[in-house]
C-alpha cells in the first residue's frame, strides 16, 4: 500500500516536497517512481530511484529542478520539486516497481499510490 502526499496549491517559482510512505517490510527490495498525469493527457514518468537511492533517473522536463530520494528506513520515497512552472500542474503518483527493467514505462509498475494534486499558478 503507498500512500502520497504533499501536494498543493503554489506560485510558479515555488516549491513543494511530496513524500509517498509504503506499508510492508519489502519497501527496500523495489524501485519507485513518480508519474504525474495533467488533465487531458497521458500518464508521464517524471522521475525514479534505485532500491538503494543510489542511481535515479529523470525526465527532461524536470532534470535541474526536481530530486526524487527514498529513505529506507522509514519506507519512503521523496520527490522534491523546486522552480515549479505551471506546466508541472499535474496529479503525481508514487509507484514500486520489484524488477526495474523499465522505470519509464507506467505498465511495469507493481504498485501504485492514490494520486496527490499539484497545481502551480502564473
Known amino acids: 500500500h503507498l500512500q502520497a502526499s504533499g501536494g498543493g496549491l503554489v506560485q510558479a517559482g515555488g516549491y513543494l516536497r511530496l513524500s509517498c510512505a509504503a506499508s510492508g517490510r519489502t519497501f527496500s527490495s523495489y524501485y519507485m517512481g513518480w508519474f504525474r498525469q495533467a488533465p487531458g493527457k497521458e500518464h508521464e514518468f517524471v522521475a525514479s530511484i534505485s532500491r538503494s537511492g543510489g542511481i535515479t533517473y529523470y525526465a527532461d522536463s524536470v532534470k535541474g529542478r526536481f530530486t526524487i530520494s527514498r529513505d529506507n528506513a522509514k519506507n519512503t520515497v521523496y520527490l522534491q520539486m523546486n522552480s515549479l512552472k505551471p506546466e508541472d500542474t499535474a496529479v503525481y503518483y508514487c509507484?514500486?516497481?520489484?524488477?526495474?527493467?523499465?522505470?519509464?514505462?507506467?505498465?511495469?509498475?507493481?504498485?501504485w499510490g492514490q494520486g496527490t494534486q499539484v497545481t502551480v499558478s502564473s
Open positions: 509507484g514500486a516497481d520489484y524488477s526495474g527493467r523499465s522505470l519509464y514505462t507506467k505498465s511495469s509498475y507493481d504498485y
